[in-house]
């Protein structure tokens, strides 16, 4: 095949998160290599709560707007990130100026007014929405956001029965990290399913797919597909990406405190990855496309969180400042190993 989504494309779509800058600089040969490879795009931030709203709660469209006019003149498959999520939103939605909550009414009257003039204004553009993003917290239980705070987990079902009224067409998502692995699968499966029971119109599961060089195993990103399909939902990894750097999750406990600090073992990677750790993440990422090939019936959509490697959140993400290597593209924009391993499969 001479591209990913001429490669997949009996099995799902290939898809990547674009940026408001690789939107804006349409650099002519990062345009070509987006419209080649990929049939699918999701907007990194900027539909977000407070990227795509000032503070008074005036919109701000510019790049939204020049999202879904890149997508329409490249002929892309678009999904809407994200109406409903507890980062990236100012505290003045949920809080009066005296910092107490504001009532229950009050916020469902927001939440209404931001999922119509939002999903309102794409409406027939984008074909999918992640409705409600990251509500299980890593605890497994129901995050304690503010959303969740005032409205309980009502939230939940109003925002995706408003997302349906307004766009009856649009497929809907539910979107979280970590659903691929034991625990946060379960929460999560139990969730949908009390969601489920009071007819709330759902019709996909994102699994976002921020995924370790070794965790998790491949065994637990099956289960994970069968189980989501069960629900009768379509499987949709959201946000793929492969983390080569040094977990900062699971230090040892004297070091916990110190997680987010820049270490340099903590960035071994400077100067290029080694070959024998490209040769890894090659392995993984093909283990990932075989497993998904496997799966095909289930499986809409799968979705990196970025093109190349300069640009990816995990330079930054948990750490500031350090060199990952989480994508297909290297920082010349030119496939990396793991591209060829994913584009051979098929
Ligand atoms: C990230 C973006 O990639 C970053 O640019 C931003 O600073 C923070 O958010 N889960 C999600 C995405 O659903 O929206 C996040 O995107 C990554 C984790």
């Given at each position: 095949a001479t591209s990913l989504k001429t490669a997949y494309q009996q099995d799902f779509l290939i898809g990547a998160a674009l940026s408001a800058s690789i939107i804006n600089q349409a650099d002519p040969q990062l345009v070509t290599l987006i419209a080649r490879d990929f049939n699918s795009i999701t907007p990194e931030n900027c539909m977000k709560w407070g990227e795509i709203r000032n503070a008074d709660g005036s919109w701000k469209w510019a790049d939204a707007d020049a999202f879904v006019a890149f997508g329409e003149q490249h002929n892309l498959h678009m999904v809407g990130h994200t109406l409903v999520w507890h980062s990236q939103i100012p505290d003045?939605?949920?809080?009066?100026?005296?910092?107490?909550?504001?009532?229950?009414?009050?916020?469902?009257k927001k939440m209404q007014e931001h999922i119509t003039t939002l999903a309102g204004r794409y409406k027939g553009k984008l074909h999918a929405w992640d409705v409600v993003?990251?509500?299980?917290?890593?605890?497994?239980?129901?995050?304690?956001?503010?959303?969740?705070?005032?409205?309980?987990?009502?939230?939940?079902y109003q925002a995706f029965n408003l997302a349906h009224e307004v766009d009856p067409k649009a497929h809907l998502l539910y979107n979280d990290y970590n659903i691929e692995r034991t625990g946060k699968r379960e929460a999560t499966i139990e969730?949908?399913?009390?969601?489920?029971?009071?007819?709330m119109p759902i019709h996909g599961l994102g699994i976002q797919g921020h995924m370790g060089i070794d965790t998790p195993p491949i065994a637990e990103v099956e289960k994970s597909i069968i189980e989501f399909a069960k629900l009768g939902l379509r499987v949709h990894f959201t946000e793929l990406d492969i983390d080569v750097l040094p977990s900062v999750w699971e230090l040892p406990v004297a070091e916990i405190s110190t997680r987010f600090e820049y270490k340099p073992e903590r960035d071994p990677y400077t100067k290029g990855l080694p070959q024998e750790m490209q040769d890894k993440l090659a392995r993984r990422y093909e283990d990932l496309f075989k497993?998904?090939?496997?799966?095909?019936?289930?499986?809409?959509?799968?979705?990196?969180?970025?093109v190349s490697d300069d640009a990816s959140w995990l330079n930054d993400f948990p750490i500031r400042g350090r060199t990952n290597y989480p994508l297909l593209f290297d920082r010349q924009h030119e496939p990396k190993p793991a591209y060829f391993r994913v584009l051979d499969l098929k």
């Open positions: 003045s939605v949920f809080k009066n100026k005296d910092g107490n909550y504001i009532s229950k009414t009050a916020l469902q993003n990251e509500a299980v917290d890593d605890n497994l239980k129901m995050r304690e956001s503010h959303w969740y705070k005032i409205l309980g987990e009502d939230f939940i969730m949908i399913k009390r969601l489920q029971k009071r007819g497993l998904f090939l496997k799966h095909a019936d289930k499986i809409d959509r799968v979705t990196l969180w970025g």
